[in-house]
């Protein structure tokens, strides 16, 4: 076989690769092994394109037997640093996307130019985000009439969901939903924020001009809390000391670490 030979042959093999459709759902995860994390969950009918080693990319392993090598465009969730956070409260170049809260978890991906992401939650030093992304993965091949047992650890499916809580004060237990879409009327769409309501610290009268803050569980400042637009029949007061979820439009100032939350919601947090 000649060069151009070789050449026209490698640039055709993708052509002639063989989709598969699932059965039943699967599992999509970050290496190929049963104890590997689950980072997407495939619905039933999914189409998978499995990697050969033409195709494969030089990140990737190939596929031990029993297992795909696939490459899949998707919703993925993962966690940043809060420093890898805009003031436009977008994700940064570069970030590096974690599957837990944790510079010791599992790496997902890097943050690259003109990937989409949205944060959509904010606890302590960590951000939850959700990032559409091309990422690379394993799918163990089903056996012919299997049907794989219900994972309830698996992560959510792909398509979010959103339910917009009332914004008055709720001192029931129940969370407020943790993934949000745009609303297409405001600038920025809200979040939730967790964390323990104080007042804020202010030395000689110096200091933020918002009254409340939350503290994550380093005791650190995690965000000043704005309440002038929080519709509520019971006093902020009530709720100093504890743990609380606060859903709100946030904000960073430029140069600023901090993040400036205008509330929309206040609940105590659930307890474990």
Not at 243 to 256: A, C, I, L, T
Request: proline share 11%; charged share 20%; hydrophobic share 40%.
């Amino acid at each position: 076989m000649n060069a151009r030979t070789r050449l026209f042959f490698l640039l055709t093999i993708p052509a002639f690769l063989q989709a598969e459709t699932l059965e039943n759902t699967a599992e999509m995860q970050l290496n190929p092994s049963a104890d590997a994390p689950v980072i997407l969950t495939l619905d039933a009918g999914s189409e998978l394109t499995p990697l050969t080693d033409e195709t494969l990319p030089p990140e990737m392993d190939p596929a031990p037997e029993g297992w795909w090598a696939i490459r899949l465009l998707g919703s993925y969730q993962g966690y940043v640093s809060n420093d890898d956070i805009l003031k436009d409260f977008t994700v940064g170049t570069g970030a590096t996307v974690y599957l837990e809260p944790s510079h010791d978890a599992e790496m997902l991906v890097f943050m690259g130019a003109g990937d989409e992401a949205e944060v959509i939650s904010v606890t302590g030093e960590w951000a939850r985000i959700v990032i559409r992304k091309t990422i690379g993965g394993y799918v163990a091949i089903p056996m012919p009439g299997e049907v794989p047992e219900p994972d309830e650890s698996a992560p959510a499916p792909t398509e979010i969901e959103t339910e917009v809580e009332s914004s008055t004060i709720d001192p029931g237990p129940a969370p407020l939903p943790p993934v949000l879409t745009p609303t297409p009327s405001r600038a920025m769409p809200p979040r939730l924020f967790s964390g323990r309501l104080e007042r804020t610290r202010r030395i000689f009268g110096r200091g933020p001009k918002q009254n409340f803050q939350l503290i994550d569980g380093q005791g650190r400042v995690l965000a000043y809390l704005e309440i002038q637009n929080l519709l509520t029949t019971e006093p902020v007061e009530r709720f100093l000391g504890q743990k609380v979820n606060v859903f709100g439009v946030p904000r960073k100032p430029e140069g600023s670490k901090i993040i400036i939350v205008q509330v929309e919601s206040l609940r105590f947090a659930p307890q474990p």
